[in-house]
């Protein structure tokens, strides 16, 4: 007999249809919705501001209170539409395809390949056309992707290992488009489902950044539209208390997704997830506490911030799909009507430009432990 398809997995094929341009007729984007008409989405307004954290040397924050938004059916989502500068933006995508996929983060790539110590990225921009030599030989490291393929959480489309490349020396720029995900700070083992204590320290500038956003989000009031003040409280954690001690970033081209699943390993759940994305939007689906819960479909755009707060710290999520041609021209096009000095900053940035033109990244932080 054939089983029946939950109302996440109907959501999820129906996003992930190819055939045609993606419809967005149902997907909401917060950034463009009226939130007066009150019925799915409700505007916030924060209670305290985004503060400049002061270990990054830029303006990273466009405004002190940012409008954000949370929605009816999913109660403790909160998502901010892009409250970064574009400056912010940038530094993000580098620390998220330079500082952070080095050792001893880990990568999707590392049981096959030596990866430089400068970043797969830095050597994949370089002119010359670096082959990194296969180490695949290392069996006992050949579990890690594979794991992960199987595991529920993950779609083998975001992670499943491909053709030959990883059995040969490969180009730099191949091995590139075959980055899949890098873990931060304390490791996530995807064969054991938890976290491999004592592992490395988390990105310091990111954390604060995460910090301050957990601090910006804390108790966040509704706006009154309509004087209906009776959904639960949002989020009662103190973001002050917001450490970030493991992470996930995601990589996509704009073929892949991730299947539904929860996050659940973290011993911390009264602490939200903090998920920031740069570059190409996709279409998110939260959920609620099972499969069965029929998903809202979410636009997101480079430099949306979701936090999983409160019920939702706990609900069924996933990418079906991530959408073409969608990055800012602040990020493909760095000189279009930009005033600041991309080009002194970022010399080589036409090479992150060409990367988040086609892809999408995210990079969400948790806190693990109780303590
Ligand atoms: O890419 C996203 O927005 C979601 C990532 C995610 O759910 C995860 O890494 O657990
Ligand atoms: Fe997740």
Known sequence: MQ???TAFRRAEKKHKARRGLPNLADVIDVSTIDASDGAAVRQLSLTRDMCQP?????QTFCQDRPPAYTLRDHPGLIVIPNPFTAEAQRWLARKCLCDCTRPPNRTNLDPFFDLPSQSLFALASLPSNNRLANTSMREESQHLVASRVQSDSIDAGISRPKGRIYTQSAPAADLLEHLRWCTLGQQYNWTTKEYDLGTSAFDR???ALMHSIAEA???PAYAACDGSEDWPRINSYDGSEFVSQAGIINYYDDRASMAGHVDKTEE???????SLSVGLSCIYLIGGPTRDTEPTPLLLRSGDVLAMCGDSRLAFH???RVLPDTAPEYLTQPNAGD??????RYPEWHNFAVYLGTHRINCNARKC???
């Open 217 to 219: 989000i804390s108790d």
């Open 339 to 344: 005033a600041d000095d991309v080009a002194a």
């Open 268 to 274: 911390s759940m009264d602490a939200p997830l903090i």
């Open 3 to 5: 089983q029946q398809q």
């Open 205 to 207: 500038e990111l954390n």
């Open 369 to 371: 432990s109780q303590k």
């Open 318 to 320: 996933g990418v079906p």
């Open 54 to 58: 002061s270990a990054l040397p830029f």
